[in-house]
C-alpha cells in the first residue's frame, strides 16, 4: 500500500483508493510569485503607423483594447497645414513617455484623405468635421466628451501633455464616451423621453 500511495495516480484514482487523502498544496516561490498577479505596471506608450484604411484602424483600436490602453488619434489630411505642425507635437510627447506613468497610451494618425478611410466613412462615423481632431478611444469607444478640435489648444503643449494623462488614466474603464440616452444632448433623447 505504501508504495501505491508513491507512484502518481489519477485525481479519480485516487479519491477512490485513498478516500479520505487531503488534497496537496503547492508551495509557489516568491521568484515566480510575479507571475501570478495581475496588478497594473506602468506601461510603454504605443506609436502606430499611419492609418490609411479601415482593416489597420480596428487593428489598433483592438490591440489598444486588448492592453487596456487608450489609443490617441489625431485624425489629419495631406493638405491641412496645422495638422503638420499639431502631427510632430503630438507624437514627440506621446514617445517622450508623456501618460506612461499612469497607464500608457497608444497613438496614430487616420489620414482622413486616404481613399479607403473615405470610402469607409470613418470620418463619417465618428463626427470628425474639422481638421485636425484629437479624439481618444476606450475599449473601442469613442470618447467624444474629450475630442479636441480647437487648433490654439493642439499647438498648446502643457495642454497636450495634461490631456493625454487625463486619457492614459482611463485604463479601458470608459466613461467619457459620450451623451446617453435620456441626456438632454443625445440625438434621440426626444424619442424616448416620457412627456404627457
Known amino acids: 500500500m505504501h508504495l501505491m500511495r508513491?507512484?502518481?495516480v489519477s485525481p479519480a484514482l485516487s479519491r477512490r483508493f485513498f478516500p479520505k487523502a487531503?488534497?496537496?498544496?503547492?508551495?509557489i516561490s516568491p521568484s515566480r510569485a510575479f507571475l501570478l498577479t495581475s496588478s497594473r505596471r506602468a506601461a510603454k506608450n504605443q506609436v502606430y503607423a499611419s492609418v490609411r484604411?479601415?482593416?489597420?484602424?480596428?487593428?489598433?483600436?483592438?490591440?489598444s483594447s486588448s492592453s487596456r490602453t487608450p489609443l490617441l488619434t489625431l485624425w489629419t489630411?495631406?493638405?491641412?497645414?496645422?495638422?503638420?505642425?499639431?502631427?510632430?507635437?503630438?507624437?514627440?510627447l506621446v514617445e517622450s513617455g508623456v501618460g506612461e506613468t499612469e497607464g500608457g497610451v497608444g497613438y496614430c494618425t487616420v489620414e482622413c484623405d486616404a481613399p479607403d478611410?473615405?470610402?469607409?466613412?470613418?470620418?463619417?462615423t465618428y463626427v470628425i468635421n474639422?481638421?485636425?481632431?484629437?479624439?481618444?478611444?476606450?475599449?473601442?469607444?469613442?470618447?467624444?466628451?474629450t475630442k479636441?478640435?480647437?487648433?490654439?489648444?493642439?499647438?498648446?503643449?502643457?495642454?497636450?501633455?495634461?490631456?493625454?494623462?487625463?486619457e492614459a488614466k482611463r485604463h479601458g474603464d470608459r466613461g467619457g464616451?459620450?451623451?446617453g440616452i435620456g441626456n438632454p444632448l443625445h440625438i434621440f433623447s426626444g424619442l424616448f423621453s416620457n412627456s404627457n
Open 53 to 63: 484604411n479601415s482593416d489597420q484602424f480596428h487593428n489598433y483600436q483592438l490591440i
Open 77 to 92: 489630411t495631406s493638405w491641412c497645414p496645422t495638422c503638420r505642425t499639431v502631427e510632430p507635437l503630438l507624437r514627440h
Open 6 to 8: 508513491s507512484l502518481p
Open 177 to 179: 464616451g459620450g451623451p
Open 22 to 27: 487531503k488534497p496537496s498544496f503547492t508551495c
Open 148 to 166: 479636441v478640435t480647437n487648433g490654439r489648444q493642439l499647438s498648446d503643449r502643457k495642454f497636450l501633455e495634461n490631456w493625454i494623462r487625463t
Open 130 to 145: 474639422s481638421l485636425p481632431t484629437l479624439l481618444s478611444f476606450d475599449a473601442q469607444e469613442a470618447q467624444v466628451e
Open 117 to 124: 478611410i473615405m470610402e469607409a466613412s470613418l470620418g463619417l
